[in-house]
């Protein structure tokens, strides 16, 4: 069970769109659409952003989406903004009744 | 309003056992599954295990032949014990909830407790 890979940081303008990618294999991202995104500021537990690949929970803002092709998953955020500033880590269902984590992106808001 | 809270000892000696609760308040532990997770400072998530509100357990094969997690729902808490630990279980430990649904887990979490940093240091 090795972590999935995310790119280690991305930055944007406020405003902008940026995408986040979680790439795993077919033994989890690829076969299941049990994909979710937390956001994690420093010094702060992770919130959770996206569940089951695009489902947003109440609460969250409708900037944040997330999709999914084949073994990669991906979140983006539209309309960037200083308080987007933060962590952010995917995690899917990996099978055995298991869980991955991403490596984690740091986004940076310029 | 349901929360949660870790609790133990900052600091374990290497080779001893790293033992934590969490307390559920605010609502029952039953119906749900609950993690552990931990993340080593600076560095990423990683999920360690789960119980349910029977017992039953599921752990990381990385990490399942030093870990234990346990619920006691007559105190509406659950337990996590990691043996031999080494500097390399530092890290902040977090207790977090997949919500279940009908069919069962959500594989999400959408709950979590606020961490509890423990040092392995002798």
């Known amino acids: 069970q090795s972590a999935l890979t995310q790119p280690a940081s991305v930055s944007g303008s406020p405003g902008q769109s940026i995408t986040i990618s979680c790439t795993g294999t077919?033994?989890?991202?690829?076969?299941?659409?049990?994909v979710s995104w937390y956001q994690q500021h420093p010094g702060n537990a992770p919130k959770v952003m996206i569940y089951e690949g695009s489902t947003r929970p109440s609460g969250v803002s409708n900037r944040f989406s997330g999709s999914q092709s084949g073994n990669t998953a991906s979140l983006t955020i539209s309309g960037l903004q200083a308080e987007d500033e933060a962590d952010y880590y995917c995690c899917s269902y990996a099978g055995s009744s298991t869980y991955v984590f991403g490596t984690g992106t740091k986004v940076t808001v310029l | 309003q349901v929360q949660l809270q870790e609790s133990g000892p900052g600091l374990v000696k290497p080779s001893e056992t790293l033992s934590l609760t969490c307390t559920v308040s605010?609502?029952?532990?039953?119906?749900?599954?609950w993690s552990w997770m931990r993340q080593p400072p600076g560095k990423g998530l990683e999920w360690i295990g789960f119980?349910?509100?029977?017992?039953?357990?599921n752990y990381n094969p990385s990490l399942e032949s030093r870990v234990t997690i346990s619920v006691d729902t007559s105190k509406n808490q659950f337990s996590l014990k990691l043996t031999s630990v080494t500097a390399a279980d530092t890290a902040i430990y977090y207790c977090a909830r997949d919500p279940l649904s009908k069919l069962g887990a959500k594989w999400y979490f959408d709950l979590w407790g606020r961490g509890t940093l423990v040092n392995v240091f002798s």
């Open positions: 119980v349910d509100y029977s017992g039953g357990t």
């Open positions: 605010g609502g029952s532990i039953s119906s749900y599954y």
């Open positions: 077919s033994s989890d991202v690829g076969s299941y659409n049990l």
